[in-house]
């Protein structure tokens, strides 16, 4: 069966402290993986989109990185408006649904 | 560019009535449609998908429906609401199978 584990559920970051959040997939044959924002009581906004081992995106402060087996959004000196639940899922080759991860609910404190 | 719109944002329901939560895309035809939900400490669970006006999917077993009477139009239905269909519903499109998709603000549907 497909999953996404993402860790660490939830993040407290000082302004500037870069980290990086993990996404670990088991999706044979994997058609994408996606990374996306969500703020409270919203829809989640989309990030970034990677399709193969050794991709690499970047967008501001966020870039994500993709392995064979996981991928990593790393956040370079954070400010407290990237705080926010960062979600990653993965698309396996039979069917239409994105497999989401928990997520991690990132905070950032000035 | 394109644009996603969902509504009602929030609706409280009581337990048997019906439901009906709609979405339009708006700036691209044929999308691929879909609806979510996001229950507390899940993640994001696909309901039902549509590649075209009429056809629909079903992911999951459950209390709703789904219909897509025009191209750019989603409907989730139910005729009666349980306590466990509550949740953030989500509404979503992307162009084919393997982009990105793009969603909606969602409804926080609170059945009583």
């Known amino acids: 069966e497909d999953q996404v584990t993402q860790s660490p559920e939830a993040l407290r970051l000082q302004e500037g402290e870069s980290s990086s959040l993990n996404c670990s997939y088991t999706v044979s044959g994997l058609r994408g993986l996606f990374w996306y924002r969500q703020d409270p009581g919203k829809g989640p906004e989309f990030l970034f989109t990677?399709?193969?081992a050794g991709e690499e995106k970047e967008k501001e402060r966020l870039k994500a990185t993709l392995t064979k087996k996981e991928s990593f959004l790393h956040i370079t000196a954070p400010k407290p408006e990237d705080s926010a639940t960062y979600l990653c899922a993965a698309q396996g080759p039979s069917g239409y649904a994105l497999n989401f991860g928990k997520g991690t609910s990132l905070l950032v404190t000035p | 560019s394109q644009t996603i719109h969902q509504w009602p944002a929030t609706l409280v329901q009581p337990v048997g009535s019906p439901l009906s939560l709609e979405c339009t895309v708006e700036g691209t035809s044929n999308p691929n449609l879909y609806w979510y939900r996001q229950a507390a400490g899940r993640g994001l669970q696909l309901l039902f998908y549509s590649v075209g006006i009429g056809q629909i999917s079903s992911e999951v077993p459950q209390n709703l429906s789904a219909s897509r009477p025009q191209d750019r139009q989603f409907i989730l239905s139910s005729k009666k609401l349980l306590l466990s269909d509550s949740g953030f519903y989500l509404c979503a499109w992307n162009h084919r199978v393997g982009t990105e998709a793009f969603f909606g603000q969602g409804t926080r549907l609170t059945v009583v």
């Open positions: 990677l399709y193969s």
